[in-house]
Structure formats: structure tokens, C-alpha cells
């Protein structure tokens, strides 16, 4: 079974590199792989002999370091309170951040808060003793579900701590079928597991894992921290006026498609320049902002008054009607001025972030491909989040938060939702296990 998964990883290269010809990430996930145990072996040297110069050999320790690996960029803002804790609590200690997708990457390689970043090199034997013989991590964090055989063998064999943080597992993952007898062995590579629910925890007991804690999602520290620490943006500001927010996040050409249709049909009013408007404003932030898909949102709004974030100055947006982010990153600061959040993904492989809006207190809607995600079943179950499937049922959604108590009521769910589970972070950090693992 060992042969057959390293086998499946060449298969995977090679259709990556195939990719790569056309797909603009693929080829990023290419390049930024290339030379990469060189770029690693120059980056760990500059720094260890800038801090002692007497020390240049990758086999001398100046301190520990230690290893978080994270999958994209939202399992990045899933780490990021253990990491920027941790460097409270272990100022000595050096992290190592490493991503496997470009999305994760791209965005974060200059990421403060971590000394080295870099693509984590593919799963295979040679690949895993190559990359931990040089970095030679003291502990590692694997964040939410990171599953790579060959590193986690190699960090066994080696005796160094392995953790998956804010881990989650369902009752349809391959770990839990009758033929999947290797794949959970491959958990005893697991010093611990930290997990979002109890569900998890009676999973993997019941398939003889009793190294567990259940700690919450550290996401919740996140975006609580994010909501605490907000920046005014002040074009957006300009932009939202007195008038309602409807904010689209991450949203893909189907979310798109249906907040236009309800956009398109509101019904206008009169203000007293006698210029048409409507009772919302519209932000929409896409998760791909590739010139294409912005053209293609653009064009399904050709009744209204549109701006792009790029083009947008304090003359030309107070009378825009929606705006459109055409860069990263600032989509967690956006929902302090909604009023309610279409978050995307629904239609497609699973919704994303919604606890970014929840946090600020706003009603959530997003489309019928939820159920892999814990907080969208609660809040839904709750009252402060929506689903729907097509543009009937979101007429109906706003119809319904059209009543400002029910708004309300929808809003304090949501924020209370989040602050209520936040905390997973210094379950973590006073582990007895976790402080064991570090030697500064």
C-alpha cells in the first residue's frame, strides 16, 4: 500500500505539470517548487549565521525550530493564532511555515509572523528524509486534515512530535472504511490530536485512537482577533453611506449569477436628485480576481452605477451602486460594514469562511452544498444563517430579513455564535503534551 500512495503522488505530478501548460495555478505550483530543498538550504544558512556567525553548519541547533504546515490560505488563517501565540509563549523558537497550494502561499510568503515560508516540497520517501533532515523541525503541526504519508513516517521514525491541529473527521472519510486498514495506521505518525468536535474524538476512539483532545476550531480565534482589531477602509466606508451592505465573499460564477438576478430585480427608489437607486449596496469580493472573471461580473451588472476597488476615489464611489474587490486580503476587514453576507462556495465543492462574517454580527446565506461544514449546520439550525438554491428562495430570505427584528435577531446569533467558541488557541498552548514537545 506504501508503493501504491507513492505512486499516486508521481501520478499526481505529472498531471500537474500537465496542467501547468494551461492553468495559471498549476504552473505556479510548478515553479515555485523548482529548486526548492536550494532555496530552502540558502534560506536556513543566511539566517542561522546572521544570528551566530560561529554556526554556519545546518547540523548545529541555535534554537528550535518548529514546523506548521497548512494546505491553502484558509488553513493558514486557521494556524495563524497558534503560530502568533506560540511566539509569544516560545520567543526563542523559529517557525517554519510551509503550503501546498499557491493560493497559500502566493498571498502569505511574506508573512511576518513565520522566519522561513516555502512550498512543502511533494509527498514522496526521498522528499520527506531530504526536507526534515534539513530543517530537522522539534515539533510539528499539521493544520485541519494535511494527510502526507511519507513526511509523517519520516517524523515518526525519527521520534519528533507530530500534531494535527483543529483536526475534523467525518463518518464518509477514508479512514473509517473496511478497507482502509493502512491508511489508519498511518495515524499512530500523530503524537496528538487537537479537534474541533466531540464527533471527531468518538471517531477516531472508535478505531482505537484515544490521544485526543477536543479543543474547538482556533478559526474562531481568528476572526474574533480580526473583528477586535478592525481598520476602517475608508473608501468603503464612503461607499456604504447610510444605505445596506450586501457583502458577496469568496464567491464563484454561480453565487454571482444569483445575487445579480436579485440585485438586478430590487425595486428602485427615487432619491431627491431624482436619481434612481435601491434600498442595497452591493460589494462583491470573488474568490478569483484574474481579469476574466472580473469582466464577467461586471457584465451582469450593465443597469448599475459599477466601480472596481482598483479604480475607486473619493469623487466616483459615493455613487456607485456596487463595488467590486479586485485584489486579496482585504475581505475580512469588508464585513464591518454589512448588513448581510452571501458568502460563496455553496454551489460548488463546499462553502467557504463564514465565520469572518459571522463575527461582525451579520446574517449569513450561502448556497445548498454545506454539510461538510460544522458551523454553517449550527448556524442555520440556530436562525442566524440562510441557505438556498436558487433565486426564489433568496428573494424569500430577504423578504424575510426585510423585518428588522428578525435582522436582529439573525445578527446577534451569529456574533454570539463566534464569541462564544472562541478559545481553542490556549487549550492548545497549555497542553501538558505540547509543552513537553518544545525544548527551547
Same mark, same amino acid.
Given at each position: ?6 505512486? $499516486?503522488?508521481?501520478?499526481?505530478l505529472?498531471?500537474?505539470r ?36 560561529h ?11 518548529? &514546523? ?23 520567543p ?50 499539521f493544520?485541519?486534515?494535511?494527510? &502526507? ?32 486498514? &493502512? ?34 476550531d ?11 482589531n ?19 465573499? $469568496? ?50 451588472? $450593465? ?19 456596487v ?25 460548488g ?7 469572518e ?84
Amino acid at each position: 500500500m506504501k508503493y501504491i500512495y507513492t505512486f $499516486s503522488i508521481y501520478f499526481f505530478l505529472l498531471a500537474i505539470r500537465i496542467a501547468s501548460l494551461f492553468n495559471l495555478k498549476a504552473k505556479q505550483w510548478i515553479i515555485g517548487r523548482k529548486n526548492i530543498f536550494q532555496k530552502i538550504h540558502s534560506s536556513l544558512i543566511a539566517h542561522r549565521s546572521s544570528l551566530n556567525t560561529h554556526h554556519s553548519s545546518l547540523n548545529t541547533h541555535h534554537s528550535s525550530l518548529i &514546523w506548521f504546515h497548512c494546505a491553502s490560505l484558509g488553513e493558514f488563517e486557521q494556524g495563524r493564532p497558534l503560530i502568533e501565540k506560540f511566539k509569544i509563549q516560545y520567543p526563542t523558537s523559529k517557525i517554519l511555515l510551509t503550503f501546498f497550494s499557491p493560493s497559500g502561499y502566493e498571498v502569505r510568503k511574506n508573512y511576518a509572523g513565520a522566519d522561513y515560508i516555502f512550498y512543502l516540497p511533494i509527498d514522496t520517501p526521498s522528499n520527506a528524509r531530504k526536507f526534515i533532515e534539513l530543517v530537522k523541525p522539534q515539533a510539528v503541526f499539521f493544520v485541519k486534515y494535511e494527510f &502526507w504519508f511519507n513526511y509523517m513516517n519520516e517524523l515518526q521514525k525519527r521520534n519528533i512530535p507530530t500534531y494535527l491541529v483543529s483536526g475534523i473527521f467525518r463518518e464518509d472519510h477514508y479512514f473509517f472504511k473496511s478497507y482502509s486498514s &493502512w491508511f489508519r495506521k498511518q495515524l499512530k505518525c500523530f503524537t496528538h490530536f487537537y479537534l474541533q468536535d466531540e464527533r471527531s474524538a468518538e471517531l477516531l476512539r472508535s478505531i482505537g485512537f484515544t490521544n485526543t483532545l477536543v479543543t474547538g476550531d482556533t478559526r474562531f480565534d481568528r476572526v474574533f482577533e480580526i473583528s477586535k482589531n478592525v481598520k476602517t477602509i475608508d473608501l468603503v466606508k464612503q461607499f456604504a453611506g447610510d444605505k445596506k451592505i450586501l457583502i458577496g465573499g $469568496s464567491t464563484w460564477k454561480e453565487d454571482e449569477k444569483l445575487i445579480a438576478d436579485w440585485f438586478n430585480n430590487q425595486e428602485p427608489l427615487i432619491t431627491n436628485n431624482q436619481q434612481p437607486t435601491t434600498n442595497f449596496k452591493l460589494i462583491i469580493a470573488p474568490h478569483e480576481i484574474d481579469e476574466a472573471h472580473i469582466q464577467s461580473i461586471i457584465q451582469q451588472f $450593465s443597469n448599475s452605477t459599477i466601480i472596481r476597488y482598483s479604480k475607486a476615489n473619493e469623487q466616483n464611489i459615493k455613487d456607485a451602486q456596487v463595488l467590486i474587490i479586485d485584489n486579496i486580503g482585504m475581505l475580512s476587514s469588508l464585513y464591518q460594514y454589512g448588513t448581510i453576507a452571501f458568502i460563496g462556495g455553496g454551489f460548488g465543492k463546499g462553502v467557504h469562511n463564514i465565520l469572518e462574517a459571522g463575527t461582525f454580527g451579520l446574517p449569513i446565506i450561502f448556497g445548498p452544498n454545506y454539510q461538510k461544514f460544522t458551523e454553517a449546520k449550527e448556524l442555520i439550525r440556530l436562525g442566524g444563517a440562510f441557505t438556498v438554491k436558487d433565486s426564489t428562495e433568496l428573494e424569500k430570505i430577504f423578504q424575510l430579513l426585510n423585518d428588522k427584528a428578525v435582522l436582529q435577531t439573525a445578527s446577534h446569533i451569529a456574533k454570539h455564535y463566534v464569541q462564544s467558541r472562541v478559545g481553542a488557541t490556549d487549550k492548545i498552548l497549555t497542553s501538558v503534551s505540547f509543552k513537553e514537545a518544545i525544548r527551547s
